[in-house]
């Protein structure tokens, strides 16, 4: 809706400004957000979705100066494969899946670094990595970002009960913080002459290594 003028134009048809029209799209859009906070008697909520990374600008149109983002990165070749070994296909960059994938992580990379660097007093760079080798430290930090008090039981979440939602099954399996990454050292060095050239700017950039035996020939 926000993006299409067209939505605009119909609202100031009825005498109704594009400030004021913003302001009833962010109603709409959080009216179950709120709802669910309130009745849980909670302060504020969060909504954590992938696939806002290609609306972020949106976003923060609709809802504003008051918005914090945790900018959640990971390895990008570890999101490629697990993205690519479920079959899933985002966007419409390439035929081969692969590839297809490839470029697809890169854009969104790219699109949060540049929110990122943006908007740097409110958004908080989380690496994945880091959260999982040392949650106590890392979300600490966050919530210092968000200006809430430091609660340590959620190093403990698995041991309290929460609102059932679609990934919540396998949340209630999961005890304490488990790493799960370097799964993309499983890609062949075929596969990773196709999508290094795509994503090996973005890593560096993010700070993961290219150090692995695979890579020496890529570069040859």
């Known amino acids: ?17 594009k400030s004021e029209a913003l302001n009833e799209i962010r109603l709409w859009a959080s009216r179950h957000h709120e709802a669910f906070r309130m009745a849980q008697g909670k ?37 490629v494969y697990s993205i690519f070994q479920r079959g899933w296909k985002f966007g419409d960059y390439d035929p081969n899946l692969l590839v297809n994938t490839a470029k697809y992580v890169e854009d969104s990379l790219n699109k949060q670094l540049n929110f990122s660097k943006k908007y740097p007093q409110r958004c908080f760079d989380l690496k994945y990595e880091n ?11 966050m919530f210092d970002f968000l200006g809430e008090p430091w609660e ?19 949340v209630r399996g999961t005890k304490g913080f488990l790493p799960n990454f370097d799964n993309w050292q499983a890609f062949s060095q075929e596969q990773l002459s196709k999508i290094l050239p795509i994503l090996e700017r973005v890593i560096k950039e993010l700070g993961y290594s290219l150090d692995n035996s695979k890579f020496s020939s890529y570069r040859e």
């Open 1 to 17: 809706m926000v993006r299409t003028q067209h939505t605009f134009a119909g609202f100031r048809g009825l005498g109704i400004e």
């Open 131 to 141: 959260l999982v080798s040392e949650p106590s430290e890392v979300l600490t930090k």
């Open 152 to 170: 340590p039981e959620v190093l403990n979440f698995n041991d309290f009960n929460h609102g059932f939602g679609t990934e919540d099954p396998f």
């Open 43 to 79: 302060k504020r909520w969060a909504d954590k979705t992938p696939q806002y990374v290609g609306i972020l600008p949106e976003i923060e149109e609709i809802f504003g100066t008051k918005t914090q983002y945790i900018m959640i990165f990971r390895h990008p070749l570890d999101v």
